[in-house]
């Protein structure tokens, strides 16, 4: 029993380690990509002092100890960012993936259900393997 609870304390250790190291391998390869991500998004016309506005705003200036530790409360937190779009781009995307989600079948919904806060973009692309009627998958196999 002891032996097993050792075991189990020093993998958890281990996986612990080894998923701050990825944290870290990740956050250093997106800082360390070439070209100024401000400059990207907003287009080379832009002038210096709106770059350097939206770059202060989105904490690209901020000393790099607190990005990572911004970076790693956001993957604690679920939040992996996302693209900026406007209002009706989010709700005709929610009600694509909402109608994709009622097109399952019934055994497809339990799953859904009970996996969404944990695996999100492998139940979406469940929904959008599903966005195919039920039927017309099965005659064509």
Same mark, same amino acid.
């Given at each position: 029993?002891?032996? =097993?609870?050792?075991?189990?304390?020093?993998?958890i *250790?281990?996986?612990?380690?080894?998923?701050?190291?990825? *944290?870290?391998?990740?956050?250093?390869?997106?800082r360390?990509? &070439?070209?100024?991500?401000?400059?990207?998004?907003?287009?080379?016309?832009?002038?210096?002092?709106? /770059? $350097?506005?939206? /770059?202060? $705003?989105?904490?690209?200036?901020?000393?790099?100890?607190?990005?990572?530790?911004?970076?790693?409360?956001?993957?604690?937190?679920?939040?992996?960012?996302?693209? &900026?779009?406007?209002?009706?781009?989010? =709700?005709?995307?929610?009600?694509?993936?909402?109608?994709?989600? +009622?097109?399952?079948?019934?055994?497809?919904?339990?799953?859904?259900?009970?996996?969404?806060?944990?695996?999100?973009? /492998?139940?979406?692309?469940? =929904?959008?393997?599903?966005? +195919?009627?039920?039927?017309?998958r099965?005659?064509?196999?």
């Open positions: 029993m002891l032996f =097993a609870l050792d075991f189990f304390i020093r993998r *250790a281990q996986g612990l380690v080894l998923v701050v190291l990825v *944290a870290m391998l990740i956050f250093t390869l997106l360390v990509v &070439p070209g100024d991500p401000v400059r990207m998004m907003l287009g080379p016309m832009v002038s210096a002092s709106v /770059a $350097e506005q939206t /770059a202060k $705003e989105m904490g690209l200036r901020d000393p790099i100890p607190v990005q990572f530790g911004r970076y790693v409360s956001q993957i604690l937190t679920g939040d992996f960012g996302g693209v &900026p779009s406007s209002e009706a781009h989010k =709700a005709a995307a929610l009600a694509a993936r909402e109608a994709a989600r +009622l097109s399952m079948p019934p055994t497809a919904h339990r799953f859904w259900a009970s996996s969404q806060p944990v695996c999100p973009t /492998a139940c979406s692309l469940l =929904a959008l393997h599903s966005s +195919l009627p039920w039927e017309s099965s005659r064509s196999a």
